[in-house]
């Protein structure tokens, strides 16, 4: 527990949210909106702003029931308040960073002592997983912080020390509504994933009289307060919004195949290994340490089963999913992050071998990592043909060569008369560095795979008028739209916006390849095409189609008929 005053405390809490909103903020904006996620969670805000409809989600025009309204309503009003740019538009995601980090403080603080908090957040801030997703505008980040609240919520009503009945409700009705918000966020893998995990725990320990504690009414009345009225509004204004969204999105989309994301059982395993690096050393010493406390029987072993049930709950929760992206896994960073603190701080304290084990852990793994770069990658890029496979392994491998640096750092103070708490300092501070590496590595590696449209869609955006029409060709380019302030038609492709196109039959928003060069030839209207550089040298060395090139660069051109 705590031993600082009110006073330290408060200053301790200002002080570390400075630290994480600069280490977080920095370079937020360097790069443009990446295509497709980055562009279509902007692109759906700015239609709602556009449109003033906030119940309806649209995505070029067109329905789009994936995702629940909140996260689109938060960046709606950034754009309202602060306007729509990439700072603006990736303020979320380092507001909800940064609570994830404050938040496991606080628990790591009030439950065991500051250095466990401070610790915790440090590691989990510095993980790569989590501060990749800091970087990118996208709903899962968002998710893992309202659930990681809503679990920390049961946390201390049900598993650590016993609370007041009083303190119980509280966190109770709180682990509702942070849920509800959770499903408003992504859906309802708010509360099942939460449910999920506490049913675990109830049932490794056999706390079964903790269920009818659970379900208290207040708590469920706030929970539906929160869920219920977008999902009532949005279903009385769309008849096709139910099967889509809770059967197609819900359903479907766990036990199928149907999104072409279907990866082996074992998929997270080799992505936790290295997304939570440089820390993964650590944390396997810390997860053998919580299941040894839990096999001889520990005061301890209580809260231990619960952060096991809750980190391997979600592990498999997704494992056996037929849809698998490597963000999904998020929620069970917090506990980890926890457990491992709990392991480096333990360590420090009494200079036990945990931080050597955990050191030499992560050397073996980072020198693996590079002896499969050196001698796997042309026979990775050969499997996939893909010569973009090679880009991404250089950045791959210059962050591995940071993170090497890194825990030659750490591993030398361990073996060292160098103060256990100043080789951790060290390890924070190169960690925090590996994350500028890894920032710089991010901007480069989606320059070479996925160009930005923005220098094409901000000319078009100068130069077009109310009746002029714009069109993507053979591909629909999510942050074009964006940049240039306007929904566009599309050629050649359906893609995800095929619910849409299908469930508003009247909006001619997608064309054939005969219906759009049929109308560029007899149309009195100017048509803007965007297309890729090696599509437009294809199409018009078989096309006599008059054009002008209005405006290129090393990825794309804009032409037009007139």
Not at 258 to 263: A, S, V
Not at 353 to 363: F, K, Q, T
Not at 455 to 467: H, I, R, T, Y
Request: glycine share 6%; aromatic share 16%; proline share 4%.
């Amino acid at each position: 527990m705590s031993n600082l005053s009110l006073s330290e405390r408060i200053r301790g809490f200002f002080a570390l949210t400075l630290v994480l909103s600069i280490f977080f903020a920095y370079d937020m904006g360097i790069r443009p909106f990446a295509d497709p996620d980055e562009g279509r969670y902007v692109e759906i805000p700015r239609e709602m702003v556009v449109t003033g409809d906030y119940v309806t989600p649209r995505l070029n025009g067109l329905k789009y029931f994936e995702k629940p309204a909140l996260f689109y309503w938060m960046q709606a009003a950034s754009q309202k308040i602060f306007g729509l740019h990439e700072v603006s538009m990736r303020l979320w995601t380092v507001v909800f960073a940064v609570l994830g980090c404050l938040m496991l403080c606080f628990v790591g603080s009030s439950c065991y002592s500051n250095t466990v908090g401070v610790t915790s957040a440090g590691i989990l801030a510095t993980s790569l997983i989590y501060y990749a997703h800091s970087r990118l505008i996208i709903t899962d980040l968002v998710l893992s912080v309202f659930m990681g609240g809503t679990l920390w919520c049961f946390f201390t009503a049900f598993v650590g020390e016993k609370a007041s009945p009083q303190r119980q409700k509280i966190m109770v009705v709180g682990m509702y509504m942070l849920s509800a918000l959770a499903c408003l966020t992504k859906g309802l893998v708010g509360i099942v994933l939460p449910a999920f995990v506490a049913f675990l725990w109830i049932l490794f320990t056999k706390n079964w009289k903790k269920i009818p504690q659970m379900l208290y009414w207040p708590g469920i009345f706030a929970f539906l307060l929160i869920f219920l009225p977008w999902h009532i509004c949005v279903m009385e204004q769309n008849g096709d919004f139910f099967h889509f969204y809770f059967v197609v999105e819900h359903f479907l989309r766990y036990t199928t195949t149907m999104h072409d994301r279907y990866q082996p059982i074992w998929f997270f395993l080799p992505v936790l290994l290295l997304g939570f690096a440089p820390w993964t050393g650590f944390s396997l010493v810390a997860i053998k340490n919580a299941a040894l406390a839990v096999w001889k029987k520990k005061q301890t072993s209580t809260e231990n089963i619960f952060f096991l049930c809750w980190i391997g709950g979600v592990l498999g929760f997704f494992s056996f999913s037929g849809s698998k992206l490597i963000p999904y896994i998020l929620p069970l960073l917090q506990p980890l992050a926890l457990i491992t603190g709990m392991c480096v701080v333990k360590s420090i304290e009494s200079r036990n071998s945990d931080l050597r084990i955990g050191a030499l852990v992560n050397i073996f793994l980072f020198a693996l990592m590079a002896v499969a770069y050196f001698f796997l990658k042309s026979t990775i890029a050969n499997i996939l043909q893909n010569p973009d496979v090679v880009v991404l392994l250089r950045v791959f491998a210059a962050m591995a060569l940071a993170a090497a640096i890194m825990l030659l750092a750490m591993a030398y103070p361990a073996y060292s008369k160098i103060s256990p708490i100043n080789a951790l300092l060290v390890f924070l501070f190169l960690a925090a560095n590996m994350m500028w590496v890894i920032n710089k590595g991010s901007t480069y590696y989606q320059d070479i795979k996925k160009p930005s449209t923005k220098k094409m869609a901000e000319f078009v955006q100068l130069n077009k008028k109310a009746d002029d029409e714009i069109f993507c060709y053979n591909r629909y380019y999510q942050d074009f739209p964006v940049y240039a302030n306007s929904t566009v038609n599309v050629v050649n492709f359906v893609g995800e916006l095929e619910f849409g196109a299908n469930a508003e039959k009247e909006k001619k928003v997608l064309w054939s390849e005969e219906e759009f060069w049929e109308f560029w030839r007899t149309t009195e209207k100017k048509i803007f095409l965007l297309l890729a550089r090696d599509q437009y040298r294809k199409i018009f060395t078989t096309k006599d189609n008059k054009h002008n090139i209005l405006d290129f660069d090393e990825n794309f051109v804009v032409i037009s008929n007139k």
